[in-house]
């Protein structure tokens, strides 16, 4: 409103490393599709965690199929894909988890 730039910035940088939000942390948006997708973003969850990130959700997706989702912060995505890797590997989810690496 008062269209001071440099105030909002400043801010919104000062919250953005407080609460880990990107630019000093990288998100990865993670959903799971149809049955037993709350079982299978719950492991992903596990997964995540083990591997250091923070975890946020899951929650419901609203729609025709069973759809789960969490939001994963964390400082290196690169070590989260390579623990997601070997999940998918192992579980075969068969394309019902979706990866959305900085989702906009």
């Known amino acids: 409103a008062r269209a001071d730039y440099r105030f909002f910035l400043t801010r919104e940088l000062e919250q953005r490393r407080e609460l880990s939000y990107p630019p000093f942390s990288e998100l990865i948006k993670i959903g799971a599709r149809g049955a037993g997708a709350s079982r299978d973003i719950e492991e992903v969850g596990r997964v995540c965690r083990d591997a250091g990130a923070t975890v946020l959700g ?3 997706i609203r729609g025709g199929d069973e759809s789960w989702q969490v939001l994963v912060k964390c400082s290196d995505a690169m070590d ?25």
């Open 58 to 60: 899951p929650i419901a």
């Open 80 to 104: 989260i894909a390579d623990a997601l890797r070997e999940l998918v590997r192992r579980a075969r989810f068969g394309g019902r988890v979706r990866i959305d690496v900085d989702p906009r």
